[in-house]
């Protein structure tokens, strides 16, 4: 089956440290895209990729990096700069074939800072 | 600016009435629409979407939505609700006239649906 896979479920970082959130696709879209939402607030977008070892900030870029290796991978780093990281973490990559945007959604990760 | 705006933070409905999830969008361009669920910890699921052909939209699990280009909205129904239907949803806008203003979706802040029994 096609989709997008998001790890780990769960992650627990301390102050000062970095985390690596991982996302993985295999629909052979070339755009993916990395989201936080925080209660109440809906989904923020912190960085895009639209094609391999291309990447641009979003709203809310500080604190967040990103790589676009491979297609099929986008990770996204939460460094010790990013002043309150506990949120859920959404990934999500753009069907090719459309003009309009439409996304898939992988599950989530929840990142809580102890 | 270009915005989506869900009138709505909570909706609570008992199962069997009718669903109504309200949602108004700011655009200069005709824009693409949709209609996301989430569960508790999951993933956005997609129910709809309106891409500039019917403006009666049907998706899945009974909802459809309506588009309305003089009132400017994309209000979600369904005509019975089933506990299963309580979530959050989210009224999303992809925005047309240029390459560059489909890079990104704008999201409504969602609304909670909660069903009783």
């Known amino acids: 089956d096609g989709g997008i896979t998001q790890s780990p479920k769960y992650l627990f970082r301390k102050e000062g440290q970095n985390v690596t959130l991982s996302c993985e696709q295999n629909?052979?879209?070339?755009?993916m895209y990395w989201y936080r939402q925080d209660p109440g607030q809906g989904l923020r977008l912190i960085y895009y990729?639209?094609?391999?070892?291309?990447?641009q900030k979003g709203d809310i870029a500080e604190g967040y990096s990103v790589s676009r290796e491979k297609k099929e991978s986008f990770p996204l780093t939460v460094t010790s700069a990013q002043k309150n990281p506990t949120a859920f973490y959404l990934c999500?990559?753009?069907?090719?074939?459309?003009?309009?945007?439409?996304?898939?959604f992988g599950p989530g990760t929840r990142l809580t800072v102890l | 600016a270009q915005s989506v705006t869900q009138l709505d933070s909570h909706v609570s409905v008992s199962e069997g009435t009718p669903v109504l999830l309200r949602c108004n969008y700011s655009?200069?361009?005709?824009?693409?629409l949709f209609w996301y669920v989430q569960h508790p910890n999951k993933g956005l699921q997609l129910l709809l979407k309106?891409?500039?052909?019917?403006?009666l939209v049907k998706g899945i699990n009974g909802f459809e939505a309506e588009f309305k280009k003089s009132e400017t909205s994309f209000h979600l129904t369904k005509p019975s609700a089933h506990m299963s239907d309580a979530a959050e949803y989210f009224c999303?806008?992809?925005?047309?006239?240029?390459?560059?203003?489909?890079?990104?979706?704008?999201f409504g802040t969602g609304t909670r649906l909660q069903v009783f029994p």
């Open positions: 999500a990559s753009r069907r090719d074939d459309l003009s309009y945007n439409e996304q898939f």
């Open positions: 629909l052979n879209h070339d755009a």
């Open positions: 990729s639209q094609i391999v070892n291309d990447f």
């Open positions: 655009s200069s361009y005709s824009p693409s």
């Open positions: 309106y891409t500039s052909a019917a403006t």
């Open positions: 999303v806008a992809s925005l047309g006239g240029s390459r560059t203003n489909t890079d990104k979706l704008i």
